[in-house]
């Protein structure tokens, strides 16, 4: 035993590892990344990288029915991709134990919804685990898989960003040796056809009575009692904000085990206190299950729906209870003006999004990725966005309503990353092929997962474990699903006059077109070290102050005294600015005045 201060996320990798978890699969998203980047440290533990969620899921699901202790892990919205599965493995339970992290991210700080999965347990009927803090993450974690393999269900893992990204200190153990669980062929257990799913489904709702039962003495709900004239039911990032807010003025029950809730718990600590609070991020979880019990309590009619708590707001929130005046914590930013995001200088996105910004009534279909941040000023390559992989299908549909009507000479660009792209880009890739609809495919491989903080993919030649790997070639994948060879592009982005030349043979296309970029991330290592060595300076003589290069969108260039300016220290490189400069004032490595 020995103490370390880790974050939630190194937290749940170390309970993963210290619960003898064999294989874990996931998809990186912010704020659950660093969960399996950290499992990948164990060589235990079988850890990878899939695709997407659902394919974390069923392999993790998979590996659970062979009698392995498995973990999958996703931010919120990769939940919703991984749905299919997670409802089914309710139906089937498991051999070995099953583990599901979802980082839920309230304050949207970079997803593009705001939603509170502790709704899929209840949807899906498996047990819910809520930890508020970096302990709690080990020993819930552990305590999940042990009612997984109790209970053979999969067991739902919810933390927040606040939880996933705060330090603590933590008691780490030895790993615990699993044994494999026997697996025998059960096809009314294992294989969900309706006449096996029907049964099961009676079997699901005996399981959560079950469960109910547990959740009564289950070591995850606790209660601090201190005084009785105010009691708090919380759980997550909100206990920490009320036990900061109320201290010993309140008694507590946490509600880590949240689904079933444990409901005799519940109606015994609310009628020993006089006032009952619940105190939640995001959706009435909790308090809706207890005005439902008929129990009276405050909650959301004084805490926000939308966004993060804090300790000011939940303490502002209940100032008439608690005496106190107005509690304002000061945000580290207040005062300064806002900051758009932008791409990074030499992002090799910039070239082909600055001239793709000239094509005139032409419409970008956008997708998750760094790639999104070209939907901004000066760039304007982005129209709309729905969720991973929806670019191109969302471009058929907008390129078809335009047919529908008679706008066939409008252009619809889809554009997506090369991690997108496997994701579940190729599906609607071969929907366009498929329906023969001319559409062009924007495919921007910067040869990492990059926005997540560099993680591999099918196209990187490197696994998670660090194995080499087959890399998947992308014109070569384009060309299967059923695109012309002549109607594919691969260039560099970083050379302008193969962006104009790939583009113009988009625009005149008339069947399904893919151009497919291909240039490493600018803050990849060995980019970096490459770009340390130059950069481009601008000479303010031959200057005219016209600000083209300003219409690129490079962090790195500014106007000073009415010249364009590159800051040598950002400066990464690239070329473009050197490209888009009609008076050749900008050259290579000349030092600036």
């Not at 930890?131 to 919810?158: G, M, W």
């Not at 939940?314 to 207040?334: H, K, Y």
């Not at 090369?418 to 071969?430: I, R, V, Y």
């Not at 990187?460 to 790997?469: I, N």
Request: aromatic letters at 8%.
């Amino acid at each position: 035993m020995k103490k370390q201060l880790l974050t939630g996320n190194e937290a749940i990798a170390r309970g993963v590892y210290e619960a003898g978890c064999r294989v874990a699969a996931a998809y990186p998203g912010t704020p659950s990344t660093e969960i399996l980047e950290n499992l990948s440290g164990y060589p235990e533990i079988y850890s990878e990288w899939a695709p997407n969620e659902k394919v974390a899921l069923e392999v993790a699901g998979g590996a659970a029915i062979a009698g392995a202790r498995a973990f999958c892990s996703m931010k919120h919205v990769g939940l919703n991709v991984a749905a299919d599965p997670l409802f089914t493995i309710a139906y089937t339970g498991i051999t070995g134990g099953l583990v599901i992290n979802t980082s839920d991210e309230p304050g949207m700080h970079s997803s593009q919804n705001e939603q509170d999965n502790r709704y899929y347990a209840r949807h899906a009927k498996v047990p819910l685990v809520v930890p508020s803090d970096s302990q709690q993450c080990i020993d819930f974690t552990k305590e999940a898989f042990r009612i997984s393999e109790t209970y053979d269900t999969a067991v739902l893992l919810r933390t927040t960003t606040r939880v996933c990204h705060s330090k603590s200190l933590v008691t780490m153990n030895p790993r615990e040796d699993v044994p494999q669980r026997a697996y025998s062929k059960d096809l009314k257990k294992n294989l969900m056809t309706p006449g096996n799913s029907r049964p099961k489904h009676h079997e699901v709702e005996a399981r959560l009575e079950s469960l109910a039962e547990y959740a009564e003495k289950s070591p995850l709900n606790y209660i601090e009692g201190n005084s009785r004239e105010i009691g708090i039911i919380t759980q997550g990032i909100a206990y920490q904000y009320a036990r900061e807010v109320f201290g010993d003025r309140a008694s507590y029950l946490y509600i880590g085990f949240s689904f079933p809730l444990p409901k005799q718990m519940i109606r015994s600590f609310a009628s020993g206190v006089k006032q009952l609070i619940v105190i939640e991020e995001n959706e009435p979880f909790l308090e809706d299950e207890l005005k439902k019990m008929g129990i009276p309590c405050m909650g959301k009619d004084r805490l926000p729906l939308c966004d993060e708590l804090s300790v000011s707001i939940v303490a502002n929130a209940f100032r008439d209870i608690l005496g106190d005046s107005p509690l304002t914590i000061r945000s580290a930013s207040e005062g300064l003006p806002p900051r758009p995001p932008a791409l990074c200088p030499g992002c090799p996105h910039r070239g082909i999004f600055h001239v793709l910004s000239q094509q005139k009534d032409a419409v970008f279909s956008t997708d998750i990725g760094c790639y999104t941040l070209g939907a901004f000023p000066p760039l304007n390559v982005g129209d709309f966005l729905f969720c991973m992989g929806s670019s191109i299908s969302a471009g058929i549909g907008f390129r078809r309503a335009d047919i529908s009507y008679g706008r066939e000479d409008r252009k619809v660009y889809a554009v997506i990353g090369d991690s997108t792209f496997f994701h579940s880009g190729m599906t609607g890739l071969a929907d366009v092929v498929y329906n023969r609809t001319p559409l062009v495919t924007v495919i921007l491989d910067n040869r990492i997962t990059a926005m997540t903080g560099h993680q591999h993919n099918p196209g990187t030649g490197c696994t998670l474990m660090g194995e080499k790997a087959k890399e998947i070639d992308i014109p070569t994948l384009v060309k299967a699903l059923g695109v012309e060879e002549d109607h594919i592009r691969v260039i560099n982005p970083n050379n302008l006059k193969a962006c104009r030349e790939a583009v113009q043979s988009a625009q005149e296309a008339k069947n399904p077109f893919v151009i497919i970029t291909k240039a490493p991330c600018a803050l990849l290592p060995e980019v970096k070290k490459r770009s340390a060595k130059n950069w481009f300076a601008v000479d303010p003589d031959i200057c005219t102050g016209c600000k083209a290069c300003l219409n690129i969108g490079c962090p790195a260039i500014r106007m000073r005294e009415k010249k364009a300016y590159i800051d040598k220290d950002l400066c990464a490189a690239c070329g473009v600015c050197f490209q888009v400069c009609s008076f050749k004032a900008i050259s290579m490595g000349r030092k600036q005045r």
